[in-house]
């Protein structure tokens, strides 16, 4: 298990599921919070990323996120059908 991956809140990672390999990147003064979507609507908080930070995960596959900016809470910064490898930048 490498330690400088992290594993989205509530998703065990003993669990018998396909994980991927992300990697995000927030270059803003502020945080990011990382939300799963699910039917369309905003699910649970999967993690946070703080500002200037670049933080490795492993979340399941065909997951679908939405990232929320802590500057603008009510608004939706985009909605994301994570891919294996992928390198997502914030902003």
């Known amino acids: 298990m490498d330690s400088s991956k992290h594993y989205p809140y509530n998703i065990p990672f003993f ?20 939300y799963f979507v699910k039917d369309d609507k905003l699910g649970n908080l999967a993690g946070i990323i703080f500002s200037h930070q670049e933080r490795k995960y492993q ?13 603008n809470p009510n608004k939706y910064y ?14």
């Open 15 to 34: 669990k018998d599921t396909k994980f991927i390999d992300i990697k995000f990147i927030n270059n803003e003064d502020h945080l990011i919070n990382i």
């Open 59 to 71: 979340f399941p596959d065909k997951s679908i996120v939405a990232i929320v900016s802590d500057k």
């Open 78 to 91: 985009c909605f994301i059908k994570l891919k294996d490898g992928m390198t997502y930048i914030y902003p």
